[in-house]
């Protein structure tokens, strides 16, 4: 079993920034993939970044050039930055691990979700 623990959400004005951090424990050996999804009320799920082990990256095309994602091998962690936050980055956001490459992306395993709220 993988564990999850997110941290980093809140309310920050539009424009603000903020940082989201997983940090994932239990039976791990390698992780292939950590990343971020995001819901927000009546909208389905989406993807808002990953990162795998090498380091390549794939973003979501409303956050492209905004937010941006790392991790730490050593640690089992993954952080957010996300810059110039717009009202519509309002969300939960869910951490995700896959741990090994055959899983398709959207699955494995999943935080309990951070609440992010842009708003003035």
């Known amino acids: 079993q993988v564990q999850l623990v997110e941290s980093g959400g809140g309310l920050v004005q539009p424009g603000g920034s903020l940082r989201l951090s997983c940090a994932a424990s239990g039976s791990i050996l390698s992780i292939f993939a950590m990343g971020w999804y995001r819901q927000a009320p009546e909208k389905e799920r989406e993807l808002v970044a990953t990162?795998?082990?090498?380091?390549?990256?794939t973003y979501g095309d409303s956050v492209k050039g905004r937010f941006t994602i790392s991790r730490d091998n050593a640690k089992n962690t993954v952080t957010l930055q996300m810059n110039s936050l717009k009202p519509e980055d309002t969300a939960v956001y869910y951490c995700?691990?896959?741990?090994?490459?055959?899983?398709?992306?959207?699955?494995?395993?999943w935080g309990q979700g951070t609440q992010v709220t842009v708003s003035s």
């Open positions: 990162i795998t082990r090498d380091g390549s990256t």
């Open positions: 995700n691990v896959r741990l090994l490459r055959s899983i398709p992306s959207g699955y494995g395993y």
